[in-house]
């Protein structure tokens, strides 16, 4: 369902009390989505499922902080993040993601668990300049690869020259 969408400057709130819920398998792939995410997002459950979770993704959320994500849940660990979305119209909207590995009854990795809250507007603020430094340094390099192993160690020096982790920094902002 590869289809080109343009990000507008919309964006779309839902309520406090929602809580958007996705599930993925180990490739990243929607295996379930609640209906608080399909009526954000404006895709139905079955245009979700088996898509990869990608298809979200706004072009002004940097590829570094996914990398973190991934790199985090690889390791068995959970991970907290803001991540700006994108909505089949183009539209766009902030969420607090916590993201859990779900394991099987011997401890293995299955797939992954997503509950999204609506962000603290504060934080948001903060972390939008982060956020398009971290795209900016993406873009300054010949190719993709390049540009997502810049952008991560920017972003891990970023971290660390505030003397604390990652988990630290999200929540301390």
Known sequence: M???VTPTTVEVFFDADDIIVSKTDLKGRITYANKVFTDICGYSE???IGQPHSILRHPDMP???FKL???TLAEGR???AYVKNMTRKGDYYWVFAHVTPSFDAKGQVIGYHSNRRVPDRRVVAALAPVYAQLCEVESHHRNGKDGLAAGYRHLIDFVKAK???YDQFIFAV
């Open 163 to 165: 003397n604390v982790s």
């Open 46 to 48: 079955a245009e979700l």
């Open 78 to 80: 959970e991970i907290f």
């Open 2 to 4: 590869k289809q080109v």
């Open 63 to 65: 590829r570094c902080v």
């Open 69 to 71: 994500l991934w790199d």
